[in-house]
């Protein structure tokens, strides 16, 4: 099982408390839901309305059960950012 990096940004980081934390995970999805499921309650709604990089790339509208993640990679968990 591939050992990956997520990264909270903005409201994510506010919701799961930490920065970033390790997970082990094949695919996006099982990365997400171990996250939802170490922090239950306000990170289960902001990941709603994120969209998320995987090693720099942007995962856009792929189902994330498609989405593979590579030992020693990086989730970024970008929640949306107002602008000015």
């Not at 082990?24 to 289960?44: F, N, Q, S, Y």
Request: charge should be negative; hydrophobic fraction near 45%; proline fraction near 7%.
């Amino acid at each position: 099982m591939p050992k990956v990096t997520v990264r909270y940004w903005a409201a994510a980081k506010a919701a799961a408390g930490v920065a970033e934390e390790p997970h082990d995970a094949a695919t996006l999805a099982e990365a997400l839901d171990a996250a939802r499921a170490r922090h239950p309650g306000e990170l289960v709604r902001v990941l709603q309305r994120c969209s998320f990089l995987v090693d720099g790339d942007p995962v856009g509208t792929r189902a994330h059960e498609t989405v593979r993640l590579a030992d020693g990679g990086t989730v970024e968990v970008l929640p949306p950012f107002a602008g000015g």
